[in-house]
Structures are given as structure tokens and as C-alpha cells.
């Protein structure tokens, strides 16, 4: 199994930045891919960045240019920069990891709220 804590969420004014923070902790589950979704109120959850354990990331058309995603291995970390912030961003993020060893297995945080608001 895998457990995933975030943490850095807020409330925060429009065109600030924001970091989240989400660590991994498992006993003997290989993480692979690990990354940030995001959902409104009566909306589905969706992916907006993504990144493997070799470093290929991937963004969502939405948050393209404002957001980047990076990943400390040794600490099964993932993080997400988000800049520029927007009203729209405000959204429950969550924390997403895929493990493929030694099964094929999918996991959520419980989210973090962030509101973007002046």
C-alpha cells in the first residue's frame, strides 16, 4: 500500500504563487508516476500535471506555463509550483501515485483546499 499526505494549501490572493507538497510513504511498493489533480465542487477530479520516476513530466492545456511539477525520489516527494494564480484555480488538489511493482495499483490523497480569492 501507499499513503499520501499533502500539505501547503491555502488561502491565498490572485497572482501569488503556491507550492504543494505531497509525500509518498509505502514499506515495499515502487512508486512510479506520482502528480497533482484538481476538482470543483460537483465536478470530476482531473489530472493537471504528472511526472514519472525519471523526470517526464506532463501538464494539462489548463495549467500549462503556470505550474510545474517536480519530484524528489529519495524522499518519494512530489510538488507542485503553481504561479500566476487565478480565481478559477481555487479547487481541491490532490496528491496521485501509480505503483507498478509489485502490483499494478493506484492511489489518492485526501486533498488539500485551495482558494485563490481577494
Known amino acids: 500500500q501507499v499513503q499520501l499526505v499533502e500539505s501547503g494549501g491555502g488561502l491565498v490572493q490572485p497572482g501569488v504563487s503556491l507550492r504543494l507538497s505531497c509525500a509518498a510513504s509505502t514499506s515495499n511498493f515502487s512508486i512510479d508516476r506520482m502528480g497533482w489533480a484538481r476538482q470543483a465542487p460537483g465536478k470530476e477530479r482531473y489530472l493537471v500535471a504528472t511526472?514519472?520516476?525519471?523526470?517526464?513530466?506532463d501538464y494539462a492545456d489548463s495549467v500549462k506555463g503556470r505550474v510545474t511539477i517536480s519530484r524528489d525520489n529519495a524522499k518519494n516527494t512530489v510538488y507542485l509550483q503553481m504561479n500566476n494564480l487565478k480565481t478559477e484555480d481555487t479547487d481541491v488538489y490532490s496528491c496521485?501515485?501509480?505503483?507498478?511493482?509489485?502490483?499494478?495499483?493506484?492511489?489518492w490523497g485526501r486533498g488539500t483546499q485551495d482558494t485563490v480569492s481577494s
Open positions: 511526472i514519472t520516476n525519471g523526470g517526464t513530466t
Open positions: 496521485y501515485a501509480r505503483s507498478l511493482f509489485p502490483i499494478d495499483s493506484h492511489y
